[in-house]
């Protein structure tokens, strides 16, 4: 069976304060695997597509003026049941409703400055993966440490 796989941006916000080594961090060391990374300037074409079920928010503009404020790092992790643990690990959208422990409970405050994206679906993680990694990701085996991580 393949493997279950997420999309994971830093947005403008955390790259500008330099917190992509620490959200990195994270995934690497619950165990999940990096099998692709870029750091890119968005586009309002992008975003349109990536935000496609929030254009009718009121926060919308406000939203997108924010990503396209500088560029993003975007991810793909790999591993067991990654699409709903990647999303724990971030933390609640709101950051002041995140638990301390998690990225946004840790590292921010507002909504609207809340440092990273992680898809809320397998649909959407697939959906979201094509967008921004056209040319696909990688295939690659961690002979190693995939015994040590899981059963
Ligand atoms: P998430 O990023 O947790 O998946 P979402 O998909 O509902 O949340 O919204 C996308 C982003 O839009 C979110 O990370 C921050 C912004 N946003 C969401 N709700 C908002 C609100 N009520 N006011 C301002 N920005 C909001
Ligand atoms: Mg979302």
């Known amino acids: 069976m393949a493997e279950e796989r997420t999309y994971i941006m830093v947005k403008p916000d955390g790259v500008e304060r330099g917190l992509v080594g620490e959200i990195i961090k994270r995934f690497e060391s619950k165990g999940y695997k990096l099998v692709a990374l870029q750091l890119l300037p968005t ?62 409970g840790d590292y921010c405050i507002d909504v609207g400055k809340n440092l990273c994206h992680g898809s809320d679906s397998v649909e959407s993680a697939q959906r979201e993966i094509s967008l921004w990694f056209p040319n696909g990701v990688l295939s690659w085996e961690r002979h190693n440490v995939h015994k040590l991580i899981y059963e």
């Open 43 to 104: 586009s309002r074409e992008l975003l349109n597509e990536h935000y496609c079920d929030l254009k009718d928010k009121p926060f919308f503009p406000k939203l997108i003026n924010y990503m396209l404020s500088g560029p993003v790092v975007g991810m793909v992790w790999e591993g067991k049941d990654i699409v709903k643990t990647g999303r724990r690990l971030l933390g609640e959208t709101d950051p002041l409703k995140s638990a301390p422990g998690t990225i946004r």
